[in-house]
């Protein structure tokens, strides 16, 4: 029987509200027979329909749409056999640029210049009374700042951290809430908003007001009511406002100080203000992914430290916030504080910086709840104070975009296992509205070069849609005149740093903007996200070779050694400035990548004029780089790992030269006893520039190695998250802060980059690698090694789900895949045998190959 397994409207299954005037339309086709394929499908909404094959992003084409308008969109379909099926969604639009009716309101009376410090927070407050018979009543909402919303007592919504971080000098997202079965003849509406991003203290140099000189909030309440008529309540001077209320103090870095004792109809309220925004950006629909929270974590062990403090252990490393269910008196002040490790069995917060990661509450009388709302911490340990165990039931919730779990991977090897779940946990505690580098320190900032780096791993893990879009908007607006992509995607400047100050061309950072969308692609097979992001990667380029040519002069100008790079950033061993000065193979190496990538996007968008270009580009850097950073036998002076990984997997090699460079990479790992030696660059690479090369045994060496510097050694010695630094935990139990190595105390036990090896564990090990755009087609070709006897592989792609679990068992290699409706798959066994299969569920063996 033909089904349809997902329909989605702008990425999403349900609860869609959208200003795109153009939604797109998703969706694929299981069924229980074999080789089956889409003949066709019609897709009606709103009186238009459009006959097609296709099944991914496919965008209306009809009448103008209303906006505050609710529409069904229904998907028919027919297999090449006859069968049908069909499925329907229904979605929202929203204001659809509908002028605001509500101002923006601020406290006019509060003035915030102090340095380095978190502004008071806003509460604002708003009774409505004598509302009609209701249909329906939806709040739209934005803020500058970070908003939490309360109607009646309760919480409005699931979100935290609203409206999102985005780069608000260009764009700003609204938030869309039901509330009709919520109001009351007599109603009560609390908006509390903190500094955030746009006004609190952020980055490590601890900048405020970015955006805003203080808060301000931006509400409408429409009603429609039952005999047809539309009210509109909008903030105004009518509000009132106070920084009395319970939440004292609001930050990411330090935290939350919450009040519970403090009695709204006892403090001080004053009218709002209207407040006159200094920047404009274009206010949009919610198009990111909401933070929310997910998994509930109890308590591993409880232990009281010699310092007096409780100890609460909840075995996992994460961000996110406690949840306390407690008794106690008013009066009362508790103080839970957070940190990734504990050395001498207390707290160790020294890798934090500035970051306090305290929640401070002060109680009522009683049986009484409490969880942070407008803060987050990274965290495995939490410490008490001001309370007894006994009066104490601690959980903890972990808070990340609510992205959905799309990939999964496991195998005969436990701590392969283990490192599998810590790049999923480095991951969501980094996907917090933004792609961050970290979730506990005084940072917490979009980075562009780890999730360009880790970008494919992220796509097979999850759904990355929504997210990366989002983002990705940022970049474009965020990319300057030259060309230059900045450090950190939204722009922050840092003072003093004028390499984060000024977006410029940095490899592997700023070639997020191609490397992001391409996995993207790779993954989804959205072709309309790459032509959107076209323009951006051929102006990156543009800046790319320009500073590579700049004062040189033949095949050197095609070597990049201006202006900045992070170079082989983290690899172990050195310290920061040796990192740095390997810039010149990485970038060189990059630019080789970046245009072979984009001559590819070129051809997918038919611009082949382009494609020539950048691949002749692609092939001069790769010339340059043989020649001129190689010797004749492809040695590289002076040697390091990535300096042959890049160009091996970067496809910048002839075949003769790559035996001669996969040789010597060889030759370097085996006398390094198979410990890991490359910084962000290479790390993602380094087991296929072996695999790839005739030296899959070594990768899977490489792989299993459990001592330091290993992905293995931090799981062995209890990692359950990935860490910035390979030794970030010494052998010795010392922790390394990089207070020696030029960094500044540079270290976390919570950073995805990585994690990037997860590609290999997916392409190579479960053998599940994309051909097409979104698994149209795709290979599955197992890599076994090392011992290891049965892997499992599964991705949810856009055509469906698609697996591969294989065991080798007495001899005998048996594999079962699945392939969905529509796809192809091409399937290598070890012997070599090839099979092209169809859609469907699939079984064989084979003797085992020696």
């Given at each position: 029987?033909?089904?349809?397994?997902?329909?989605?409207?702008?990425?999403?299954?349900?609860?869609?509200?959208?200003?795109?005037?153009?939604?797109?339309?998703?969706?694929?086709?299981?069924?229980?027979?074999?080789?089956?394929?889409?003949?066709?499908?019609?897709?009606?909404?709103?009186?238009?329909?459009?006959?097609?094959?296709?099944?991914?992003?496919?965008?209306?084409?009809?009448?103008?749409?209303?906006?505050?308008?609710?529409?069904?969109?229904?998907?028919?379909?027919?297999?090449?056999?006859?069968?049908?099926?069909?499925?329907?969604?229904?979605?929202?639009?929203?204001?659809?640029?509908?002028?605001?009716?509500?101002?923006?309101?601020?406290?006019?009376?509060?003035?915030?210049?102090?340095?380095?410090?978190?502004?008071?927070?806003?509460?604002?407050?708003?009774?409505?009374?004598?509302?009609?018979?209701?249909?329906?009543?939806?709040?739209?909402?934005?803020?500058?700042?970070?908003?939490?919303?309360?109607?009646?007592?309760?919480?409005?919504?699931?979100?935290?951290?609203?409206?999102?971080?985005?780069?608000?000098?260009?764009?700003?997202?609204?938030?869309?809430?039901?509330?009709?079965?919520?109001?009351?003849?007599?109603?009560?509406?609390?908006?509390?908003?903190?500094?955030?991003?746009?006004?609190?203290?952020?980055?490590?140099?601890?900048?405020?007001?970015?955006?805003?000189?203080?808060?301000?909030?931006?509400?409408?309440?429409?009603?429609?009511?039952?005999?047809?008529?539309?009210?509109?309540?909008?903030?105004?001077?009518?509000?009132?406002?106070?920084?009395?209320?319970?939440?004292?103090?609001?930050?990411?870095?330090?935290?939350?100080?919450?009040?519970?004792?403090?009695?709204?109809?006892?403090?001080?309220?004053?009218?709002?203000?209207?407040?006159?925004?200094?920047?404009?950006?274009?206010?949009?629909?919610?198009?990111?992914?909401?933070?929310?929270?997910?998994?509930?974590?109890?308590?591993?062990?409880?232990?009281?430290?010699?310092?007096?403090?409780?100890?609460?252990?909840?075995?996992?490393?994460?961000?996110?916030?406690?949840?306390?269910?407690?008794?106690?008196?008013?009066?009362?002040?508790?103080?839970?504080?957070?940190?990734?490790?504990?050395?001498?069995?207390?707290?160790?917060?020294?890798?934090?910086?500035?970051?306090?990661?305290?929640?401070?509450?002060?109680?009522?009388?009683?049986?009484?709840?409490?969880?942070?709302?407008?803060?987050?911490?990274?965290?495995?340990?939490?410490?008490?104070?001001?309370?007894?165990?006994?009066?104490?039931?601690?959980?903890?919730?972990?808070?990340?975009?609510?992205?959905?779990?799309?990939?999964?991977?496991?195998?005969?090897?436990?701590?392969?296992?283990?490192?599998?779940?810590?790049?999923?946990?480095?991951?969501?505690?980094?996907?917090?509205?933004?792609?961050?580098?970290?979730?506990?320190?005084?940072?917490?900032?979009?980075?562009?070069?780890?999730?360009?780096?880790?970008?494919?791993?992220?796509?097979?893990?999850?759904?990355?849609?929504?997210?990366?879009?989002?983002?990705?908007?940022?970049?474009?607006?965020?990319?300057?005149?030259?060309?230059?992509?900045?450090?950190?995607?939204?722009?922050?400047?840092?003072?003093?740093?004028?390499?984060?100050?000024?977006?410029?061309?940095?490899?592997?950072?700023?070639?997020?903007?191609?490397?992001?969308?391409?996995?993207?692609?790779?993954?989804?097979?959205?072709?309309?996200?790459?032509?959107?992001?076209?323009?951006?990667?051929?102006?990156?380029?543009?800046?790319?070779?320009?500073?590579?040519?700049?004062?040189?002069?033949?095949?050197?100008?095609?070597?990049?050694?201006?202006?900045?790079?992070?170079?082989?950033w983290c690899a172990p061993g050195i310290g920061m400035w040796a990192w740095m000065g390997r810039g010149k193979w990485t970038a060189t190496a990059c630019l080789a990548n970046?245009?072979?990538?984009?001559?590819?996007?070129?051809?997918?968008?038919?611009?082949?004029?382009?494609?020539?270009?950048?691949?002749?580009?692609?092939?001069?850097?790769?010339?340059?780089?043989?020649?001129?950073?190689?010797?004749?036998?492809?040695?590289?002076?002076?040697?390091?790992q990535t300096a042959y990984v890049l160009p091996l997997y970067y496809q910048m090699l002839s075949a003769q030269d790559k035996k001669k460079a996969a040789a010597h990479l060889?030759?370097?790992?085996?006398?390094?006893?198979?410990?890991?030696?490359?910084?962000?660059?290479?790390?993602?690479?380094?087991?296929?520039?072996?695999?790839?090369?005739?030296?899959?045994?070594?990768?899977?060496?490489?792989?299993?190695?459990?001592?330091?510097?290993?992905?293995?050694?931090?799981?062995?010695?209890?990692?359950?998250?990935?860490?910035?630094?390979?030794?970030?935990?010494?052998?010795?139990?010392?922790?390394?802060?990089?207070?020696?190595?030029?960094?500044?105390?540079?270290?976390?036990?919570?950073?995805?980059?990585?994690?990037?090896?997860?590609?290999?564990?997916?392409?190579?090990?479960?053998?599940?690698?994309?051909?097409?755009?979104?698994?149209?087609?795709?290979?599955?070709?197992?890599?076994?090694?090392?011992?290891?006897?049965?892997?499992?592989?599964?991705?949810?792609?856009?055509?469906?789900?698609?697996?591969?679990?294989?065991?080798?068992?007495?001899?005998?290699?048996?594999?079962?895949?699945?392939?969905?409706?529509g796809t192809v798959c091409y399937l290598t066994m070890p012997s070599g045998t090839k099979r092209t299969l169809g859609s469907g569920k699939y079984t064989m063996s084979e003797?085992?190959?020696?």
């Amino acid at each position: 029987m033909l089904r349809i397994g997902r329909l989605t409207v702008e990425n999403l299954t349900k609860e869609c509200v959208t200003d795109n005037p153009r939604p797109r339309f998703s969706y694929y086709l299981e069924s229980d027979r074999e080789n089956v394929s889409l003949k066709s499908a019609v897709i009606r909404m709103n009186g238009w329909s459009t006959v097609t094959e296709d099944q991914v992003a496919v965008p209306y084409g009809g009448p103008e749409l209303e906006p505050f308008t609710r529409y069904a969109v229904t998907v028919h379909v027919t297999d090449d056999a006859g069968e049908t099926a069909e499925a329907r969604m229904d979605f929202e639009t929203g204001r659809l640029h509908t002028p605001w009716t509500a101002k923006w309101i601020t406290d006019g009376s509060y003035h915030f210049k102090e340095a380095k410090i978190s502004p008071k927070t806003m509460t604002f407050r708003k009774k409505i009374d004598g509302i009609r018979e209701v249909k329906s009543a939806k709040l739209y909402v934005t803020a500058l700042g970070i908003y939490e919303l309360q109607l009646n007592g309760g919480k409005v919504g699931n979100d935290y951290f609203a409206p999102g971080f985005t780069s608000y000098r260009h764009q700003l997202q609204y938030q869309t809430y039901d509330i009709t079965d919520s109001l009351r003849d007599t109603n009560e509406l609390i908006a509390v908003v903190g500094g955030g991003w746009a006004v609190g203290a952020f980055t490590y140099k601890r900048r405020n007001r970015v955006y805003a000189k203080r808060q301000a909030l931006l509400c409408e309440l429409r009603i429609v009511h039952t005999d047809g008529s539309t009210e509109v309540i909008g903030t105004d001077e009518t509000w009132s406002v106070t920084e009395d209320g319970r939440y004292r103090e609001t930050e990411f870095y330090n935290g939350e100080v919450y009040d519970a004792a403090v009695d709204y109809d006892q403090i001080s309220w004053r009218n709002a203000a209207l407040e006159e925004v200094r920047i404009h950006p274009e206010i949009t629909a919610q198009y990111g992914v909401p933070v929310r929270a997910h998994e509930l974590f109890q308590p591993v062990s409880v232990t009281r430290a010699k310092s007096g403090m409780l100890i609460y252990d909840f075995g996992q490393n994460f961000a996110g916030v406690i949840c306390a269910r407690l008794r106690g008196r008013k009066g009362q002040r508790i103080v839970w504080k957070h940190a990734e490790i504990l050395m001498g069995g207390e707290l160790y917060t020294e890798p934090l910086r500035t970051a306090r990661q305290e929640a401070v509450y002060c109680c009522v009388d009683g049986e009484q709840t409490y969880s942070p709302r407008m803060t987050y911490m990274g965290f495995r340990y939490v410490g008490v104070e001001g309370i007894e165990e006994k009066d104490l039931e601690l959980t903890a919730a972990a808070l990340y975009s609510d992205i959905e779990e799309t990939g999964d991977f496991c195998c005969s090897h436990d701590l392969v296992n283990q490192l599998q779940s810590s790049i999923k946990w480095g991951a969501k505690s980094n996907f917090v509205d933004i792609p961050t580098d970290c979730p506990q320190r005084d940072e917490r900032m979009g980075w562009t070069g780890d999730i360009a780096l880790f970008s494919p791993t992220a796509a097979y893990n999850f759904n990355m849609s929504r997210f990366l879009e989002k983002w990705l908007r940022d970049v474009k607006s965020e990319q300057s005149r030259g060309g230059g992509i900045p450090m950190t995607v939204p722009l922050v400047r840092v003072p003093m740093q004028w390499e984060i100050m000024i977006p410029m061309a940095v490899d592997h950072w700023g070639d997020a903007c191609i490397l992001v969308p391409w996995a993207e692609y790779r993954a989804r097979g959205d072709r309309d996200l790459l032509r959107r992001m076209y323009p951006v990667m051929k102006r990156y380029i543009g800046a790319c070779k320009f500073w590579a040519g700049l004062f040189s002069f033949g095949k050197h100008r095609r070597i990049w050694k201006l202006l900045h790079h992070y170079g082989d950033w983290c690899a172990p061993g050195i310290g920061m400035w040796a990192w740095m000065g390997r810039g010149k193979w990485t970038a060189t190496a990059c630019l080789a990548n970046s245009s072979r990538i984009v001559s590819e996007i070129a051809g997918l968008l038919g611009e082949e004029e382009d494609a020539a270009y950048y691949a002749k580009l692609s092939a001069e850097t790769s010339a340059a780089y043989r020649e001129i950073l190689m010797e004749k036998d492809g040695r590289v002076r002076p040697e390091f790992q990535t300096a042959y990984v890049l160009p091996l997997y970067y496809q910048m090699l002839s075949a003769q030269d790559k035996k001669k460079a996969a040789a010597h990479l060889v030759r370097l790992i085996r006398e390094n006893d198979y410990h890991i030696g490359t910084g962000f660059p290479g790390t993602p690479f380094v087991l296929f520039a072996l695999a790839d090369n005739g030296y899959g045994e070594d990768a899977c060496r490489m792989l299993l190695t459990d001592t330091c510097p290993s992905w293995l050694y931090e799981m062995k010695v209890g990692g359950t998250t990935i860490w910035e630094r390979w030794d970030a935990l010494r052998e010795d139990g010392t922790c390394n802060t990089g207070a020696d190595d030029g960094t500044g105390g540079m270290v976390s036990f919570n950073h995805y980059a990585s994690g990037a090896v997860g590609d290999f564990l997916y392409r190579r090990i479960a053998g599940i690698e994309a051909l097409e755009g979104g698994y149209k087609s795709f290979q599955i070709e197992p890599l076994m090694g090392g011992g290891i006897t049965w892997a499992k592989g599964r991705v949810i792609t856009a055509y469906g789900p698609v697996s591969s679990e294989w065991e080798l068992k007495n001899g005998i290699f048996t594999i079962t895949v699945e392939v969905p409706v529509g796809t192809v798959c091409y399937l290598t066994m070890p012997s070599g045998t090839k099979r092209t299969l169809g859609s469907g569920k699939y079984t064989m063996s084979e003797g085992k190959q020696k």
